[in-house]
């Protein structure tokens, strides 16, 4: 890895995320002689700002379609397209830097929100915890050892038209507490809503507080 720590670059991109590579042009030799590609990147987790499903990164080449990658964005000139550092950046494949996705986590930064298409409708409900019929907190991880802090974790899920929790995704919170969250997450249940009579799914957060 570069110079560069996870959270000194974060700080200094304009956006990170995580999302796999759809499609790659190549581009003309530039002027310090190397070569460079237009990326296009389906996005699937963004920190720092909102961000639409599709984004366009330029980057130095190696990038390969189907691979993963966490992307450390700076905007470019046009507004609307974003390029990585090259060989100061910690850009990379996902299975290489999922310990800088660690340290977001554990430095409390939040997950961002990703404008994806949906056929279906799907209602936003802000924060859920008091709509679920069988919330409780779940118990203190009992590997941790001392010593042992309390923690909240943030869970952004997706509930279906029955009221069952469909998808959880942690947003916010140390990464020791991840699995414990996301367990109780997925075990949640909601009554059904509907918007005009008919079922819709349903999105928002749940947190979680660990006490020792």
């Not at 330029?58 to 397209?81: F, H, M, P, Q, S």
């Not at 799907?122 to 203190?140: E, H, M, T």
């Not at 010593?147 to 469909?166: H, M, S, Y």
Request: charged letters at 25%; hydrophobic letters at 35%.
């Amino acid at each position: 890895m570069p110079g560069i720590t996870a959270l000194e670059e974060y700080a200094d991109a304009t956006v990170v995320f995580t999302g796999e590579v759809v499609d790659v042009q190549k581009s003309d030799q530039g002027n310090d002689g190397g070569r460079y590609e237009t990326v296009k990147i389906a996005v699937d987790r963004a920190w720092k700002k909102n961000l639409e499903s599709t984004i366009t990164v330029t980057g130095a080449d190696g990038w390969k379609v189907g691979a993963r990658y966490l992307i450390y964005g700076y905007l470019n000139d046009d507004k609307l397209t974003y390029a990585t550092r090259g060989c100061c950046s910690r850009t990379g494949p996902l299975e290489q830097t999922e310990k800088d996705i660690d340290e977001f986590f554990n430095a409390g930064y939040a997950l961002a929100h990703v404008s994806v298409p949906r056929k279906e409708k799907v209602i936003s409900a802000g924060w859920l915890n008091r709509r679920a019929l069988n919330f409780k907190d779940p118990k203190y991880p009992s590997e941790l050892k001392k010593p042992r802090p309390a923690a909240r974790v943030e869970v952004r899920i997706v509930a279906d038209t029955e009221g069952n929790v469909i998808s959880a995704e942690v947003s916010r919170g140390p990464v020791a507490f991840h699995d414990a969250a996301l367990e109780a997450a997925r075990k949640l249940k909601f009554s059904p809503t509907q918007l005009s009579g008919v079922p819709v799914k349903v999105s928002g957060w749940v947190s979680y507080d660990f006490k020792p």
